[in-house]
């Protein structure tokens, strides 16, 4: 009978419980999905990278390290050379290694290079392994960037018609609209605009990988020697910033400029010879274990594969998680040059620690709208006690306890909030639902649909323990009202 | 006489029994227990200022009276008392034998909800509430869970006999799926009467049904409330301060000859 009461109550004040119910619905809605975009966003950062044990590079800070390699932001200025690299990698424990070179970009796009071990053993996620929407990982030859056209190779000693394979990640494929076999040109510098492109030297795409909504998506990965062959060969005064490409952007810039210009060739060649002069002490001869395999057509074109003298940095996977702190500590302390080693999960923390005060922003304001929202729902209680007055005395004149007036208005309350609640739920479905592919284009998000857990739920009850109790104003209102009748 | 209610002390004496044993047996053992006795009773809201002040006054069963008084002299308060929503400062009430004030909150909810109908000058029924539902309601709220076939007994009969006391009260067969506030002001208070009266009460009290009525509708609605008492077998306090109702009754008391306080009281407000 109270449900049927209820009922008709609500019906009755149609006008204001709509209102109220809306404002709680808005409310409940953004809540439920600022906490869920809230989660996202923590769990898609924590997804970013994972499978991998340690992260190795120049000296630097371990939010450095991991912002450059991870999140392809900013650049470490130092490289490691490929003799410390070779060394690490040598040692028994690791197990797996991924070679990163970093600082080159292709229209915006973060330019990686790197070898197919990255399409082996980097997870993201659930210890996710990539995987291809299209084509597949760089060939044998496009790595090294050994394949030569026939016709002109030998002729042409610049290496004109030298192919470099391409991987795409999803997001960078997407948006430049590029598929399998399509050949495009790889420029200098992160910044989108460059000055120098790389007219010849084409790179043909073979691979995108499927969406994953990490950093990779936006990467345009490059075999690591054919990053290190258009830095010495065809535009030689480029290899100099294989050195310092990101520490001094601007002089670069300028040179790029420079380089056009034939007549000024020569003087960007002694920059080249400088360069050259010192690193050939480092360039060691590829050990048997390098994870890159090197064409056997690189010797019918000196000029095609350059032995790559240097890494932005490397991800190591170990055959025992027990080895990390320990190879940790012998690459920090490595006599050969300045490295830091990071631990991926430590490093995200630390990351997280800085950029979460985003959480808590969004905490606080989904707190807030909250608590308007539960304001509102007692302000409209209380005015409609007022009104209510003459039928709570009816009730009580009928023979109704005070106790069935105090649970009808926490009835009505609590329905009204309930019914909130639910249709929030399925509101904030719906339109993650309809909104995905949009977002995923827009915005790289990939929103979950299902925003039922474990916590939505206790928003929920919270939702409706805070409706009970600010009720209990209006409610208890009415029961003394009740008491202290006519 | 007993068309309506053909037992119905017999019905509340087996539903109160466990707990007013006493009272029940006063009943059941004598037909002469009066529907209402107030004995010594007392009453004030500010405590040098007693509003009631009643020697003894009673109310046979079946019987009506019309109680009439000028506003202020505390109608309204009795009536209260009466009912159990006030209590006494000294003094008792009995409704059946049963001291009302006596009772535990929620045994007099219960109590008032099965032996005491009452109807006021407005606001008795749930506006938003079909016409059905608020007697039903009315049932509900009387309606005792330790009475279940009877309860059972009671939803086979209801509707009908809800319709048969529509149809007692004058009231089109159609209303009773409207809601209150579709009604006119007459219907409603019709209306009010059937609720008042769908729970057998031993005593309806009426207070100023009529003052929203005009001339015509007063006189019919007298009529068919006085005749549903009857045939109700209840008795009926009436007030007003309109004495062209005292007509109606064969008893007609003014409060001011019972109440104490309130034939004190207009003297030194004449003074003044």
New interface residues.
């Given amino acids: 009978?109270i449900f049927?009461?209820a009922k008709?109550?609500l019906?009755?004040r149609k006008v204001s419980v709509m209102l109220t119910f809306l404002a709680l619905l808005v409310s409940v809605s953004l809540l439920l999905s600022i906490e869920h975009i809230r989660k996202e966003a923590k769990s898609s950062f924590y997804r970013t990278v994972s499978g991998v044990d340690l992260i190795v590079g120049a000296r630097t800070g371990q939010i450095n390290l991991l912002l450059s390699s991870v999140f392809r932001v900013g650049a470490n200025a130092n490289s490691v050379s490929w003799e410390s690299y070779q060394s690490i990698v040598a040692n028994p424990q690791v197990e797996w290694s991924i070679p990163l070179s970093l600082g080159d970009s292709h229209k915006g796009f973060a330019v990686i290079g790197t070898t197919n071990a990255y399409f082996e053993h980097y997870r993201y996620g659930d210890k996710r392994q990539l995987s291809f929407q299209a084509g597949g990982r760089f060939t044998s030859s496009g790595e090294n960037g050994g394949s030569i056209d026939s016709e002109n190779g030998a002729a042409k000693m610049s290496a004109v018609s030298q192919h470099f394979d391409v991987v795409l990640g999803a997001e960078a494929a997407k948006q430049l609209n590029y598929k399998v076999g399509d050949e495009i040109i790889i420029s200098h510098g992160v910044g989108k605009v460059s000055f120098s492109h790389h007219d010849d030297h084409p790179f043909t795409i073979v691979g995108i990988l499927q969406f994953t909504g990490t950093p990779v998506d936006q990467g345009v990965h490059v075999g690591l020697n054919a990053i290190e062959s258009i830095h010495t060969q065809g535009n030689p005064s480029l290899s100099k910033s294989t050195m310092s490409r990101a520490s001094s952007k601007k002089q670069q810039d300028t040179e790029h400029v420079d380089a056009e210009h034939e007549h000024e060739h020569e003087h960007e060649h002694e920059h080249e010879h400088e360069h050259e002069h010192e690193h050939s002490d480092k360039a060691a001869p590829q050990p048997a274990n390098t994870p890159l395999e090197t064409s056997n057509k690189q010797d019918s074109n000196k000029h095609a594969l350059v032995q790559p003298t240097q890494v932005s940095a490397f991800m190591l996977g170990l055959k025992s998680r027990i080895a990390v702190l320990q190879i940790q500590r012998q690459v920090n302390q490595s006599k050969l040059e300045p490295l830091s080693a990071i631990i991926p999960g430590v490093a995200l923390g630390e990351l997280w620690r800085l950029v979460g005060a985003v959480e808590n922003v969004l905490r606080i304001i989904s707190a807030a709208v909250l608590v308007a929202s539960l304001l509102g729902l007692s302000t409209m209680l209380l005015a409609s006690l007022r009104e209510r007055r003459?039928?709570i005395?009816?009730?009580?004149?009928?023979?109704?306890?005070?106790s069935?007036v105090f649970w009808l208005l926490q009835l009505e309350a609590l329905s009204i909030a309930l019914g909130a609640s639910v249709f929030a739920v399925l509101l904030v479905t719906g339109v993650i639902l309809l909104s995905n592919d949009w977002l995923l284009a827009e915005y790289g998000l990939s929103l979950s649909a299902n925003i039922f857990s474990v916590h939505t739920l206790s928003m929920i009850a919270v939702v409706l323990i805070a409706t009970f109790v600010i009720a209990l104003i209006p409610s208890i209102g009415a029961y003394r009202n009740a008491r202290s009748?006519? | 006489m007993s068309i309506l209610k053909n037992e119905p002390t017999g019905d509340d004496a087996k539903s109160e029994s466990q707990n007013h044993h006493i009272n029940d047996l006063n009943i059941a053992n004598n037909a002469q227990v009066p529907a209402v006795l107030v004995e010594s009773l007392l009453f004030s809201y500010v405590a040098s200022k007693p509003i009631i002040d009643i020697k003894k006054w009673q109310l046979g069963k079946s019987e009506q009276v019309f109680l009439y008084g000028p506003s202020g002299c505390g109608k309204s308060t009795l009536l209260n008392l009466i009912s159990g929503i006030l209590s006494p400062r000294e003094g008792k009430v009995s409704v059946l034998g049963t001291d009302i004030a006596s009772l535990k909150t929620s045994k007099r909810d219960r109590f008032r909800a099965q032996h005491i109908g009452v109807v006021f000058q407005q606001f008795n029924l749930v506006p938003y509430l079909s016409v059905l539902d608020n007697i039903q309601l009315a049932m509900h709220f009387a309606n005792d869970d330790s009475d279940k076939t009877d309860a059972m007994k009671k939803e086979s009969t209801k509707q009908q006999r809800i319709a048969s006391m529509l149809h007692a009260l004058q009231l089109p067969s159609d209303c009773i799926s409207q809601k209150a506030s579709e009604l006119s002001v007459g219907q409603q208070q019709r209306v009010a009467i059937a609720r008042a009266l769908i729970n057998k009460p031993d005593v309806l009290i009426v207070d100023e049904p009529t003052s929203a009525l005009d001339a015509a509708a007063k006189d019919a609605f007298m009529q068919v409330l006085t005749d549903t008492a009857i045939s109700s077998n209840a008795a009926l306090i009436f007030v007003s301060h309109d004495q062209s109702l005292a007509r109606h009754f064969k008893r007609v008391e003014s409060l001011t000859d019972i109440n104490y306080t309130a034939a004190a009281m207009p003297e030194p407000e004449r003074r003044t």
């Fill in positions: 009978m049927r009461v008709q109550s019906l009755h003459a039928e005395s009816v009730f009580r004149v009928m023979g109704a306890k005070p069935f009748l006519n």
